[in-house]
């Protein structure tokens, strides 16, 4: 599997050059919206780690950072409703202003435990930042407060999405066309 593998991934939905794009307007969202106030950000693992790191060059305030890992996926392309927690964070957050950044929104199951979950930790504030959101899937309502794209009901993968871990490498984010090359 080469890095240029549209053979396997199919179209190609948004390319490096529109995500980046992006990535900076989302960032001068945030940076505006947290104007004068230190954020905590929230990657979830493993999926928003790309989306993470760039977007937090782009950020003009103070951060800190940590990851949680949670598990609603395993080697499948859709959610299978059990959500496990694999990796706590390492800080506190309460009185903090978490930003929670996050890979893609689905059915909507994963980010509502986790936001149920934080909430519980009492943060001055909590919001949410997604690179990918597909709202035609959404089994519960969740709050999203910054969206980098919304797609259609298909899967994809790149820049830090994955089938069975494969394809996180990608420059873009495309569809997969053919998992049973995966």
């Excluded at 947290?34 to 951060?63: C, M, N, Q």
């Excluded at 496990?84 to 435990?113: A, C, F, M, P, Q």
């Excluded at 969740?142 to 919304?150: A, E, I, K, S």
Aim: net charge positive.
């Amino acid at each position: 599997m080469g890095v240029n593998c549209v053979e396997e991934t199919g179209r190609i939905l948004f390319t490096r050059e529109k995500i980046q794009k992006r990535v900076r307007e989302l960032a001068q969202e945030i940076s505006r919206d947290y104007s004068g106030r230190e954020i905590f950000t929230v990657g979830v693992l493993k999926g928003a780690f790309v989306f993470l790191s760039d977007l937090i060059r782009h950020l003009k305030l103070p951060l800190t950072l940590d990851f949680i890992a949670i598990a609603s996926y395993g080697d499948s392309t859709s959610s299978s409703g059990v959500v496990k927690l694999l990796k706590d964070l390492d800080s506190e957050v309460e009185s903090r202003h978490v930003l929670v950044i996050e890979d893609i929104v689905d059915t909507g199951l994963t980010l509502n435990y986790l936001v149920k979950s934080l909430s519980t930790r009492h943060p001055a504030t909590l919001r949410v930042c997604t690179l990918l959101d597909r709202p035609s899937r959404r089994k519960v309502k969740v709050d999203l407060h910054y969206v980098g794209f919304t797609i259609p009901d298909v899967y994809v993968v790149g820049y830090g999405l994955d089938f069975s871990q494969k394809y996180r490498n990608l420059p873009y984010i495309a569809e997969l066309s053919s998992m049973g090359t995966v």
